[in-house]
Each structure stands twice: as structure tokens, then as C-alpha cells.
């Protein structure tokens, strides 16, 4: 049974700086990607940033290239989100995810998302 499971999260003024974690489990595929979307209140939940198993391949939305990278530890099974230089507009929940058989690019751009975690609350507040 896959489990994605999501900390870090939490209040902090507009620019400073968040790292969520994610513990995965439970898949035993070689190829498949995993990484970060989120949704604000009113709005479709969209990818933040994916890492590709096969080849550490990333991918980044637009709106935090170069503010947040994403990072992994293969032996923990273990994935993470740095997010500095934070902004009012990342407010959402955070959602870590898993997409098998896929790349970075196309879970991130094209939402290809097999199992969820259940998110934690990232609010960029003064």
C-alpha cells in the first residue's frame, strides 16, 4: 500500500523560507516520479515541482523557478521541497505525490498522478 506522508508546513512571514518533507512508501517501481502540487482556496491544484526516479530530472512551475528545489533521499525514501523568498500568492496546501511509469515533466505539466498524500498547509503571511 502506497502512503505519502507530508510535514513541514506551517505559518511564516512573506519572504522567508519553508522545507516540507515527504515519506514514501510502499511502491517498489524503478521508474516513476514524484514530487510536490498544490492548491489555493478557489483554484485548480497544479504542480510545483516533480523529480524523476530514473535520472533526478526536475521539473519547476514557472511561478517558483529558482525560489524553491526539490531534493531526495533514495536510502530514506525520503523527498523535499525548499521554498525560500516565499510569497503571498504560495499559499495553498501542499500535496506530495507519486506518478508511476512517468517523468518529472509529465506528472508536473500534465498532473499524471497516481496516489496523493494528504497535504500539509503552507500559509505566507505578514
Known amino acids: 500500500q502506497v502512503q505519502l506522508v507530508e510535514s513541514g508546513g506551517g505559518l511564516v512571514q512573506p519572504g522567508g523560507s519553508l522545507r516540507l518533507s515527504c515519506a514514501a512508501s510502499g511502491f517498489t517501481l524503478d521508474y516513476y516520479a514524484i514530487g510536490w502540487f498544490r492548491q489555493a482556496p478557489g483554484k485548480d491544484r497544479e504542480g510545483v515541482s516533480c523529480?524523476?526516479?530514473?535520472?533526478?530530472?526536475?521539473y519547476y512551475a514557472d511561478s517558483v523557478k529558482g525560489r524553491f528545489t526539490i531534493s531526495r533521499d533514495t536510502a530514506k525514501n525520503m523527498v523535499y521541497l525548499q521554498m525560500n523568498s516565499l510569497k503571498f500568492e504560495d499559499t495553498a496546501v501542499y500535496y506530495c505525490?507519486?506518478?508511476?511509469?512517468?517523468?518529472?515533466?509529465?506528472?508536473?505539466?500534465?498532473?499524471?498522478?497516481?496516489?496523493w498524500g494528504q497535504g500539509t498547509q503552507v500559509t505566507v503571511s505578514s
Open positions: 505525490a507519486v506518478g508511476l511509469r512517468t517523468s518529472a515533466q509529465a506528472m508536473g505539466s500534465h498532473g499524471i498522478v497516481d496516489y
Open positions: 523529480i524523476s526516479s530514473a535520472d533526478g530530472s526536475t
